[in-house]
């Protein structure tokens, strides 16, 4: 038996550390959650899995740093996958304009093949050597509309200022440089401001 | 000191008296109520002017104190309907200029959650603030709240009186399907919408709404409901984990929901964290919050001058600074 160790009890899974012959790993597990009727829950739990898989593949395919995919239970609704070592945006994006500049492309790079992280935090990216990772795939799907790559930003955006005040600089350097990366990344930051707004009470 | 407050934001007319030791010493008012359902702007401004004498006179004898005795007149500057918010804040401005006394004009979401954590006692929580047209996933950081997830459409509160009035219910329909929810046995299949840590409910609404007298109407509002607080929960559960919390203050309208409490509670134990909900007349939309907000500005020495105290249908919540 591999000896596991629960890095992160997150709201929806919990991450172990573990190996994987003789690798080091992470193993993701969602959990059951209770509150939710047990089909819904169940519905939820497999096709997160499921979609999560297929999307960190596609990532890599698109030479998107991201954990390389060792194994898939649905039943189960686990995943064990590489373990990316280094910290979270969250901790160095400060002043850090390099960092900035290359996720916002990696973003580009993702978004211009239709791939939206649905979850895109500081916490889901994993820096490395200032090399940005992609990890937390559980909320993704495939989608051209402006919308859903809008939602995306907005996300990223909410993440990143609601970390400290102050951080704005940062955000403009990100949302500037994946405007002339992303295809349509004009009217993709028109929209996220139109998003915004709508969600505003009138 | 004593503090009066008024809420005239949407449907209800409320007058709320509070001392600056957080004692609600009043809290009345008068709810609009369509005949159609909806709410139309002016009918319901109308409503609270006709009312507004009748209303803080009740809460002047409810707290057992005279008009003179008050020290700050308080009115909800916004967010809300803009005729609606125009009685509420012209009574206050009239108010504070007779008895020369200072005016303060407060966020209507802040004064949700300050009551909230008044009342509960609530630390340091996540603050799920659902009524009518709010719905957002809220925490305190930096001396202002900030929203970490909202509804990119619709209020959940309005979503369920729109598909209420779709099966024909009265407005509010909320507390009947809160009701009915609890008499569903079967789960149908129903949209999802969890976008990060933001949600939609238009689209649940819709295909809930095409399903009516095709299955059991139990059955469809539970479906219903444990997908839209399925869905809040979720989001919640993300927040706690990503701030790192360990407590939930539930507020507004919606918060009176026992299935959502239920969810809510359920999601806590998991992960032992603490659920806070104030009672029922100070979740919805009222007086007391807007004046304890009022009372603790005063205290931290903001007040505003009557000509600047325009009304903001828009008024965000980031925007007041939390100087206490």
Redesign the interface.
Known sequence: MVKEKLLR????AEIFKTKWHGTEAIKKVRIS?????A??DL??RSTRTRSEASLLHKAKLLGIRAPTLFHIDLEKSTIIMEYIKGKKAKDCIEKNNALCRKIAKSIAVLHNAGLIH????M?NIIVHNNEPAFVDFG?GFYSHKIE?KA??M??LK??L??L??GLEKEWRTIINSYRRSANNGKQIVKRMHA?EA????? | MLSLGIESTAHTFGIGIANDKGKILANVKATFRSPRGGIKPQEAADFHLKNAIDVIEKALAEAGVDVKDIDIFSFARG??LGPCLKIGATVARTLSLIHNKPLAAVNHCVAHIEIGRLLTKAKDPIIVYVSG??TQII?L??K?Y????????I?LGNMLDSFGRALGLAFPAGPILDKMYFQGKN?I?LP?T?????LAFAGLQTAAEKLIGKVPTADLVYSLL??AF?ML??VT??A???TERDEVLLVGGVACSKALQG??L??C???DAKLFVPKNEFCTDNGAMIAWLGMLEFIHGKTINVAKSSVK??F?LEETEILW
């Open positions: 009890r997150g709201a929806e959650k209770k509150y939710r009727n089909k819904l519905k939820l649905g979850d895109l935090t916490d909320l859903d939602t995306d907005l996300n909410k993440s200022l609601a400290k005040p998003i709508r969600a505003r009470y009138v | 967010p809300g047209g709010n925490a950081e930096e202002r900030r929203v970490f997830g909202e509804t990119l459409d209020g789960y299949d999802y969890v976008k990060g840590t933001d444990h997908n399925a929960t979720e559960e993300r706690l984990a990503y969810m809510l359920e999601m134990k998991q992960r249908q828009n965000r």
